[in-house]
């Protein structure tokens, strides 16, 4: 009898610590769009990418190759497809992602980002062979629902004359049409970088599978950004702070966290606790920008937080043995 108490203990520690990582990872990575903000008053959306992987990628190099040089060495042919594909699908979500938001609103860009539940929902059966919980499905159409509520709150409003909105014809023309496009693309691109993440990482330790997706991801971004002229350096010093900033919260410790949660919590699961950025942002932007929520940020913000809890019901699971 004992050793079934404490063997379900164990069980119950070890299915709640990737949920308590993941949240925080969230939370770090709400941080981003402060430290974009900032650094777009001088550098394009391609070049603050590439900062941010390459800076992520150095910091962590040194780390792997002395203590997981033998683990590298030993990737075998799928492996290393998987993690080119990895990192290419997460440079190319960024590239696009922050490029849209030159393009569009940011209220467009953010509803359309958060459609990457949907892509993961929809091709992680096929891909994956998992196939969503009924509480996650739930959950993904809850936080979804508050997720486009929280997007629309820069377009949207309560007037004298009700609760208006501009017409859809704006949403799709001129260069708000290719904004949308680019967002649309990088929430197909971040569900990639999570089921590809969620098929490799229980084969491969975390600091491995981060230094070389990263890496990856950094060797993709330079190139786009040497390709479209970009200048990649004679920024003022908040600028590179910003940088540093970037790759040391949102990257190394936020996007990390999603990639520990991805051995053990379902992609489509993970993509769901993502859609709790937006309310992250929110809470910052008063606090840091002095931007107050709108009535629909706040609404939104506790219909993500309930879908989130929904979800988190079926994600009660024993740990996969091995390092993490």
């Known amino acids: 009898m004992e050793s079934s108490v404490n063997s379900e203990a ?3 520690q070890r299915s709640g610590s990737p949920l308590l990582v993941l949240f925080l990872g969230i939370l770090v990575v709400s941080t981003a769009s402060v430290f974009i903000r900032l650094a777009q008053r001088e550098a ?6 590439a900062y941010r992987l ?3 990628a150095l910091i962590l190099l040194p780390i792997a190759l002395r203590g997981n040089r033998k683990e590298l060495a030993r990737l075998n042919h799928k492996q290393m497809i998987l ?17 849209s938001l030159e393009f569009t609103s940011v209220a467009s860009s953010v509803v359309l980002v958060t459609t990457t539940p ?25 936080a979804l629902t508050g997720g486009v509520m929280v997007g629309l709150s820069e377009a949207c409003a309560f007037g004298p004359g009700g609760f208006t909105c501009p017409p859809f014809s704006e949403f799709v023309q001129g260069r708000a049409f ?11 691109m971040s569900g990639a970088y999570l089921m590809v993440g969620r ?3 229980p084969s491969l330790s975390l600091v491995s599978y981060i230094t070389a997706v990263y890496s990856v991801a950094a060797v993709v971004l330079l190139a786009m950004a040497a390709v479209s002229g970009q200048p990649m350096v004679g920024f003022s010093p908040a600028i590179y702070l910003a940088f ?20 053990y919590l379902s992609a489509a699961y993970v993509a769901v606790a993502l859609l709790g950025e937006p309310i992250g942002t929110v809470i910052l932007a008063y606090l840091v920008l002095n931007e107050a929520p709108t009535i629909l940020e706040v609404v939104g913000g506790l219909i993500i937080l309930s879908g989130i809890l929904l979800a988190s019901y079926s994600q009660r699971q024993p740990a996969e043995t091995g390092s993490a």
């Open 10 to 12: 164990v069980a119950r």
């Open 44 to 49: 394009s959306s391609i070049v603050i990418a």
């Open 54 to 56: 390459t800076l992520s």
């Open 83 to 99: 993690v080119l594909l990895s990192g290419l699908f997460l440079a190319l979500h960024f590239a696009a992602w922050i490029t």
């Open 118 to 142: 949907l892509w993961v929902s929809l091709f992680s059966p096929v891909i994956l062979g998992e196939r969503p919980t009924r509480a996650v499905v739930a959950g993904m159409a809850v």
């Open 178 to 188: 290719i904004g949308n496009l680019l967002a649309l693309a990088g929430a197909l």
């Open 199 to 201: 098929w490799l990482r």
């Open 244 to 263: 540093l900033a970037l790759a040391v919260g949102p990257q190394l410790l936020g996007h990390t966290a999603l990639n520990y949660g991805l051995r």
